[in-house]
């Protein structure tokens, strides 16, 4: 089955230089930004991925095991920053009753036309969202990114912070990071683990650096995985020009989740600072 931000692929490290940098260059200026300042509800700048299509054995369900919701209790702002927080139990009232669902959840996204006239309708930019990760077993807590336009696999999926409860439950210090697209996915898939101390016990910086030749991330001013448009390469190994949205979501169970210890659901919680987005003049 193929599964969509993560799982399977190639643990791949690259073997020429970075030719971008993690240190954001002084003469780009703030063109987009959320420091969620306005308690409530995330607001106008997001919108939301939720229901029934999400769930199931589908490329996008990947077997989890929450409902995605826009209720206020899943998702809110307050005291200055986002939480997502994954709530045990399913409301009688859910388009679905799938006897595997355990909670709900929330997985909100910048798609929309202000955020893409904001960047002037290209991706290319330096990115950087300060957040607090949950590392509980059965937490997929994630912050990636999606072309505007197309299909998965073929629109393009970045994925700057994965954290895996199945995999990393007993060693929580890590973090992951990779590319889809039509050439690269699933078994293929391009992505790069790394340490990062106090991964868990901190907020951290997430960044990524986008031009038309390289995507560049990291942890904190580290690089952590590269991706660079192969020479000759089209679309299907580098749809990476079109505008892309981003999107944050804590997912429960599933194929990189694991296995769900429902008194854990309440510690999957995941804390955003700011989500900052600069670009060149």
Not at 90 to 97: D, F, L, Q, Y
Not at 117 to 134: C, D, H, Q
Not at 173 to 184: C, R, Y
Not at 231 to 260: E, S
Request: aromatic residues 12%; contains cysteine.
């Amino acid at each position: 089955m193929l599964c969509s931000c993560g799982g399977g692929g190639s643990d791949v490290t690259a073997n020429v230089p970075n030719t971008l940098s993690l240190i954001r260059p002084a003469n780009y200026t703030l063109k987009w930004s959320d420091e969620f300042t306005t308690s409530g509800s995330p607001g106008i700048a997001w919108t939301y991925d939720e229901g029934a299509p999400l769930l199931g054995g589908s490329v996008w369900g990947n077997s989890e095991r929450q409902l995605y919701t826009r209720d206020s209790a899943n998702v809110f702002v307050s005291n200055g920053e986002l939480t997502i927080q994954p709530i045990a139990g399913v409301p009688e009232n859910s388009p679905t009753r799938n006897p595997t669902l355990l909670a709900t959840s929330a997985r909100i996204k910048t798609d929309t036309s202000s955020y893409y006239s904001a960047l002037n309708g290209t991706p290319y930019g330096f990115y950087e969202i300060r957040a607090k990760v949950p590392c509980v077993g059965g937490a997929w807590p994630a912050v990636w990114m999606m072309g505007q336009n197309g299909e998965w696999p073929a629109r393009g999926e970045i994925d700057i912070m994965e954290w895996f409860g199945r995999y990393f439950a007993n060693d929580i210090n890590q973090v992951q990071s990779g590319v889809h697209t039509a050439n690269n996915f699933g078994a293929n898939s391009r992505y790069q683990k790394a340490n990062v101390s106090g991964m868990c016990s901190s907020y951290h910086n997430f960044q990524m650096h986008w031009s038309a030749q390289e995507i560049l991330i990291g942890v904190d001013g580290v690089p952590t995985f590269s991706y660079k448009k192969p020479v000759g390469a089209g679309q299907a190994d580098w749809p990476f020009d079109q505008p892309a949205h981003l999107i944050l979501n804590v997912a429960v169970g599933g194929n990189l989740g694991g296995d769900v210890n429902p008194p854990d659901i309440p510690s999957m919680t995941l804390k955003v600072d700011y989500v900052k987005v600069w670009q060149a003049p």
